[in-house]
């Protein structure tokens, strides 16, 4: 029952595409490397991600609004985690050589988790589904959530080139799944191509910049 329960709205809204995606563009960033099928083109704004062990990293925030649903994208750049968390100098739980110890890394492997949990974690939300996904054989999260107001939000994570990439659609109770976003979106190059994995992608660690890992 399920499983049943996903792929029913996925079939529907497949079906219901056309109309579904009217007036909508194939937004492109070439500086965060993604591209999704958005409602025109987004409000960016320039955000600070709090990191599970206390980094601040930098990151951007896309948004659209169609309607009463509000679509995002919001990526945040791991690649400097070392340079941050040597910064913090956190030695009580640093657990290596360095002042930033392996937590530097510990923070971009356990970044896709760590998102799922602030979603998880909100007040007054119902997780209703919450497994293993992928696109273009990046693997990540999907989760689907009511929130207290009854709309339903549906979230993918995902770890690329050491960026966090949290995909979110939330539509009011009546209107239609709008998963179509997260299904079709994707991972770009450095040139701007679209890319795809044999097989699955694994997300390469940043190399320390001694030369040697912890």
């Known amino acids: 029952m399920r499983v049943r329960s996903v792929i029913l709205p996925l079939?529907?809204?497949?079906?219901?595409?056309?109309?579904?995606?009217?007036?909508?563009?194939?937004?492109?960033?070439?500086?965060?490397?993604?591209?999704?099928?958005?409602p025109g083109q987004p409000k960016v704004d320039t955000i600070t991600w709090d990191s599970e062990y206390g980094g601040k990293f930098p990151g951007r925030t896309y948004r659209w609004e169609e309607r009463r649903t509000r679509y995002s994208v919001t990526v945040v750049d791991?690649?400097?985690?070392?340079?941050?968390?040597?910064?913090?100098n956190h030695i009580a739980y640093s657990g290596g050589p360095g002042p930033g110890g392996v937590y530097w890394l510990v923070d971009i492997v356990g970044a896709p988790a760590y998102a799922a949990a602030t979603y998880r974690q909100k007040p007054g939300v119902k997780v209703t589904y919450d497994a293993f996904h992928y696109i273009q054989f990046v693997p990540g999260l999907e989760l689907q959530l009511t929130n207290p107001d009854q709309s339903r939000s549906y979230v993918g994570i995902y770890l690329h080139e050491n960026r966090l990439y949290i995909l979110d659609a939330t539509a009011?109770?009546?209107?239609?799944?709008?998963?179509?976003?997260?299904?079709?979106?994707?991972?770009l190059d450095a040139a701007g191509n679209a890319v795809r994995?044999?097989?699955?992608?694994?997300?390469?660690?940043?190399?320390?910049?001694?030369?040697?890992?912890?």
């Not at 791991?78 to 913090?88: G, N, P, T, V």
């Not at 009011?172 to 991972?187: D, K």
């Open 197 to 214: 994995y044999r097989p699955f992608y694994v997300n390469r660690l940043p190399e320390p910049r001694g030369g040697q890992r912890p």
């Open 172 to 187: 009011p109770r009546n209107e239609a799944p709008p998963i179509i976003f997260q299904q079709s979106f994707g991972f």
């Open 78 to 88: 791991y690649s400097e985690s070392e340079r941050i968390h040597a910064e913090l």
């Open 11 to 38: 079939f529907v809204l497949l079906v219901a595409r056309p109309a579904f995606a009217q007036g909508w563009v194939e937004y492109t960033s070439r500086t965060d490397q993604f591209e999704v099928p958005a």
